[in-house]
């Protein structure tokens, strides 16, 4: 634990200054019928909005605009399949440096193409961690590019953390924070944020039933890594790793779990009430809400919509779409 470079709350104040002018500050919703049904006031932070479609442009643009001259001429290099890739991309262009990317062959072809389209350079491997590493290791050595971790990043984390300052300046404070946890990024940037700026603030996170490495870990009081995880909310697939399992395990108060089917209900019920696009990941908060009504009536209610990238010819409740059971 002590070898870590822990981000603090004075980290996510200059990531905000930084990055200000190059993200949104995204707006909040809200939902009469959402309230009525689950008994709790829900604000939900349209991070989905954001010009890649999530919320990884904030540490992505913090990490970007926080290098030197001599390292930026060299450019930025990561593994990512999906959003952290494209918002990557997206910041090295606001910047006007190279950015490097491996990813699986197997990732979607519309996640390549965002990658390609914001100036992204591709190397593909095999879907494999190992695979992955190898590759990772022969571009960071031929480019020189600075490796921007998805999540498990001190300026990743900080720049995550802007998130839940905007949402408590929004909504006048509330009671509860809740996100959805993968790799942990948005989860310790509000654990991160929230403990200085509302203690009072509880921490929750929410987890796909199918890929509940957090969840065993948070029980267990020990990192436990998830092997294949298999679930729609594709953007939640990764484990969390030690600076992340340093903020979950010390700040977050309850990690719940949505099955498959809880998830596309809940999404639905987003697309159909608040009227926006949300990706199956940042639908798990609610499903986890309408599952544990008890922990959440009566309470101000904040949930980070994490994204809004969807392949919509294969929507989770069409036919024969993968991974509904």
Same mark, same amino acid.
């Given at each position: ?148 971790? &998805? ?9 995550? !953390? ?17 996100? &959805? ?7 310790? !940037? ?117 994204? !809004? ?6 929507? &989770? ?9």
């Amino acid at each position: 634990m002590t070898h870590m470079n822990i981000p603090t709350y004075n980290d996510m104040l200059a990531a905000h200054e930084r990055i200000e002018p190059h993200i949104r500050r995204t707006p909040i919703r809200r939902s009469e019928y959402l309230d009525e049904l689950t008994g709790a006031e829900l604000f939900f932070k349209c991070e989905n909005f954001q010009e890649p479609g999530a919320f990884k442009i904030r540490g992505a643009c913090n990490a970007v605009f926080g290098l030197d001259e001599a390292q930026a001429a060299k450019g930025v290099a990561t593994h990512s399949s999906g959003n952290h890739a494209s918002c990557l991309s997206y910041a090295a262009r606001l910047r006007g440096i190279p950015c490097n990317v491996v990813m699986p062959r197997t990732a979607p072809q519309a996640k390549k193409d965002t990658v390609r389209r914001y100036g992204g350079r591709i190397t593909e491997c095999a879907p494999s961690t190992s695979a992955r590493e190898e590759a990772f290791a022969r571009v960071q050595a031929e480019t020189g590019g600075d490796f921007v971790h &998805p999540y498990n990043d001190p300026r990743v984390i900080a720049g995550q !953390g802007t998130c839940a300052r905007e949402m408590m300046e929004q909504t006048g404070g509330l009671d509860i924070a809740l996100a &959805p946890i993968g790799g942990g990024g948005m989860i310790s !940037g509000t654990c991160l944020t929230l403990a200085t700026l509302a203690p009072e603030c509880r921490v929750i996170a929410a987890e796909p039933e199918q890929a509940d490495d957090a969840y065993r870990s948070f029980r267990a009081g020990r990192l436990i890594a998830d092997d294949a995880p298999k679930t729609i909310a594709d953007g939640l697939l990764v484990p969390l790793k030690e600076l992340t399992w340093h903020f979950v395990s010390t700040h977050v108060s309850e990690i719940y779990t949505a099955s498959e089917r809880e998830i596309i209900d809940a999404m639905k019920l987003a697309w159909k009430h608040l009227r926006i696009v949300l990706e199956p990941s940042s639908a798990v908060p609610l499903a986890c809400i309408l599952k544990h009504p008890e922990a959440f009536r009566g309470k101000r209610v904040g949930i980070v919509v994490t994204g !809004g990238n969807v392949d919509l010819d294969r929507l &989770p409740w069409m036919q024969g779409a993968k991974g509904v059971t």
